[in-house]
């Protein structure tokens, strides 16, 4: 998605392990970005991911994934900032 200001909304994880980068549209429902992640975490079983927004739109989806880590997954599997 893009703002008037030409800025887009991206919601980007950074592996703790091995720095790669997974970089997901902020309008990705959270099954999407699991999915992103899983994936990444079957290549890197150490895995952990630091969180970043490029807007304030994206920055605020991190408490819906967040209310997703704490309903589905194990708080510990995804550290985000």
Known sequence: MQHLTGELNMMIFQCT???ETIN????????????RLDEHIAKCPLAQFNFEGTT???RQRVDDI???????????????H
Do not use: M, T, W
């Open 66 to 80: 967040r209310a997703v880590i704490a309903y589905n997954r194990a708080e510990s599997k995804l550290r985000l």
């Open 17 to 19: 392990d091995c720095k």
């Open 56 to 58: 304030e739109h994206a």
């Open 24 to 35: 997901c549209p902020d309008d990705e429902g959270p099954a999407q970005v699991f999915a």
